[in-house]
């Protein structure tokens, strides 16, 4: 290794990040050393850092929690983990409380997300347990040309989308409505139309639009250049044309924000899903009832299920989801810069920070 | 017959309901002519009445969704329903279009609602479709010692949060909170704790606590006597108590109202589901992240299937459910009094009119 083990560390909402040298190695017998290859930079990150959302783990914290490498060091029991190229879950539930052994992992109470409840992927090296963890065939990897810092991604971006897809059962010949196709919301809309959805993307972003029609929708919709009253019937019109149906919309809410939110609520139709996907904490104000009266559901996501993680791994490489062109790589050393440029929303990608 | 064949008519939002005869025995190849035992007066009449909701079929337009009655007379294609005993399904869906055929008849776009797409139960006979009508067997009937008009309320305020318990899936162990424990809220508890629920029963009215807490709700609280951020600590405190989760509760929201539909939603925990049972035109102001945030669902429920009439029905004759203590009849031709009464909440039971 070239350089010392380092990981940059949070001190408070908006100070500057800042370098520490630490020891990795340290694993416990059901735990690994990943050494990092890459950890994409999210939402909920920016959300801890220029919002205050507190972190479970008391600052200084590192942030990250999107993250690919290679296990450089294990725990006794987690032997066969070795020198394996691998994904680290967002979220490593317990994997043995109650709410797991009944098949809830992402309502474990004691689950483990990087960068919120343990260090996390900004660094050259991590420790976190080895059970969850999501093993990437070299061999494919090399085949498919993707860059493992590129798979980071699938840590968070495209593993709860996809959770939220097969949650809401997405099928041959669901319309699907995904608003906002930013750094999530444009995987939902592809792993939707690689289940069989037709897929209309809603976002106010005309950059964002044009690259998800370029990877999967069929129908993009600047929410800035028509009001919230007029998108219900395009989408209608849409549906029409291609002869899809007028009930059962399936709309996966990924903006994050209360218009974005209220807006999805308003598609709402008979027997209709609706996935919240995004996070924001303000309130939203929406008629409940159409709920009752649409016979509808809405539905929450959090994070993935690492039983779901190779499945979601196999679109990517095989190439039904593409994350290459919807992410750009910088310098982990220039952290700071690129969570400014992220909180600003001057990046068109998602970042993903490579140890340098 | 002692007189001739009557219903009552709605000509206009508030205007006196007024009778008017009519000749019920007209039925077409696949319909019925049912001799009414008795109609519940439901909410959602009030809502037409007096709030102005509009009804599908115009003015004038007989109310009335919740019938039981016998069959006196059938098309040729539903001779076999001759003389049956009945419960009238409150959503008839066609059962041959597309979403029936899929297995979802609550969001059929030809379902017939008594009393909304056709003149409804508030009269001496309907004439409805024979398909999705539910028999009732007479000699168990006469064995439980149930009347007749009393199954009238399991055409909606029975079977419309059974079917929400059953789509929420309640099981032994569960935790239930029930919010509103009127009209279908009363049954809601006393179904859910039949199939295994825990329920606990939220109300401003002592009455409607006091009754349930004698027919399966173990805690009964007053949300007038406590601010609604207690509301959740003391239902963890009995959770604990009882050795039950403080995770996945179920909430039947069923109060309809903005009020009660903040609190259910307030109430949400990591893997809750909220059942929208109620209904107002109010929005509410929510914090729809929460559902994210907890890994929980919001799930809409609009009327029941009629497949699942039987085991409903089952619930009432085998006495898992009490109908005649929640109940109070009253003669046909009150109808305009017990409108008012049942507008203003000087009713303690939900009204049942009987044609005299």
């Not at 950890?39 to 479970?56: A, I, K, M, P, Q």
């Not at 290679?70 to 539930?93: M, N």
């Not at 994997?95 to 990087?114: A, E």
């Not at 209608?236 to 007028?246: H, N, V």
């Amino acid at each position: 290794m070239p350089h010392a083990p380092l990981r940059w560390m949070m001190t408070g909402k908006g100070e500057p990040l800042t370098p520490a040298e630490f020891n990795p190695f340290v694993a416990k017998a059901d735990e690994v050393v990943v050494e990092i290859a890459g950890c994409g930079v999210c939402h909920t990150d920016l959300g801890y850092y220029y919002d205050g959302v507190r972190t479970n783990h008391a600052l200084p914290l590192t942030l990250g929690h999107e993250i690919s490498g290679r296990v450089v060091d294990t725990g006794s029991d987690a032997f066969y983990w070795a020198d394996k190229t691998v994904i680290v879950p967002a979220v490593i539930p317990c994997g043995t409380c109650d709410v797991c052994r009944r098949g809830k992992p992402t309502i474990c109470p004691n689950q483990k997300m990087p960068g919120n409840d343990i260090h996390g992927g900004f660094a050259t090296h991590i420790v976190v347990p080895a059970h969850g963890l999501c093993a990437v065939d070299e061999a494919r990897l090399q085949h498919s040309g993707i860059d493992l810092a590129d798979l980071s991604v699938i840590a968070d971006a495209v593993t709860t989308p996809y959770q939220a897809v097969i949650q809401a059962g997405v099928q041959k010949g669901d319309l699907v409505v995904v608003n906002g196709v930013g750094g999530v919301g444009g995987y939902a809309a592809q792993i939707a139309r690689a289940l069989g959805g037709t897929v209309v993307a809603v976002d106010v972003n005309q950059d964002k639009l044009d690259a998800i029609a370029a990877n999967g929708a069929e129908l993009a919709l600047n929410a800035r250049d028509m009001s919230p009253r007029d998108l219900k019937p395009a989408i209608k019109d849409f549906a029409k044309k291609r002869g899809l149906r007028q009930t059962e919309w399936i709309i996966f809410e990924c903006s994050g924000s209360r218009a974005g939110q209220e807006t999805a609520f308003s598609l709402i139709n008979h027997g209709a899903t609706l996935c919240v996907v995004g996070f924001t904490m303000d309130k939203v104000e929406v008629r409940l009832s159409n709920l009752m009266a649409y016979h509808a559901r809405a539905i929450g996501n959090w994070g993935c299920a690492p039983e779901y993680y190779p499945a979601a791994l196999d679109l990517v490489l095989d190439g039904h989801v593409k994350v290459a062109s919807f992410v750009e790589k910088h310098p982990l050393s220039d952290i700071n810069q690129v969570f400014e440029a992220a909180h600003h929303g001057a990046l068109k990608r998602r970042a993903v920070l490579v140890p340098n």
